[in-house]
């Protein structure tokens, strides 16, 4: 399994930009499809964006076109860059590996991030 911690959250303005990470600790990290989480208040944890152990990328239709998820296999490091963001982005973001549920032992802490003027 994979144990991560999630940083580079932030409050930042509509239409700014932020780069997330998600530092992993698995020993086969490249073997590992991984993802980019987010959970609004009162709303259910959300898969916005993946990206498999190759290299292809898959994103929800909110954030298409405006984040970008990428990995560093050497550094066992997962980012999402998110620009033009939204107030409806804001949202606590978490990384797992794709199709985990809530129940998945390994959440790390996430990252907050705001948007709002």
């Known amino acids: 399994q994979v144990q991560v911690v999630e940083s580079g959250g932030g409050l930042v303005q509509p239409g700014g930009s932020l780069r997330l990470s998600c530092a992993a600790s698995?020993?086969?990290?490249?073997?590992?499809?991984m993802g980019w989480y987010r959970q609004a208040p009162e709303k259910q944890r959300e898969l916005v964006a993946a990206?498999?152990?190759?290299?292809?990328?898959n994103y929800a239709d909110s954030v298409k076109g405006r984040f970008t998820i990428s990995r560093d296999n050497a550094k066992k490091t997962v980012y999402l860059q998110m620009n033009s963001l939204r107030p409806d982005d804001t949202a606590v973001y978490y990384c797992?590996?794709?199709?985990?549920?809530?129940?998945?032992?390994?959440w790390g802490q996430g990252t907050q991030v705001t948007v709002s003027s």
């Open positions: 797992a590996p794709p199709g985990v549920t809530a129940d998945y032992a390994y």
């Open positions: 698995a020993i086969f990290f490249s073997s590992y499809n």
């Open positions: 990206i498999s152990s190759g290299g292809s990328t």
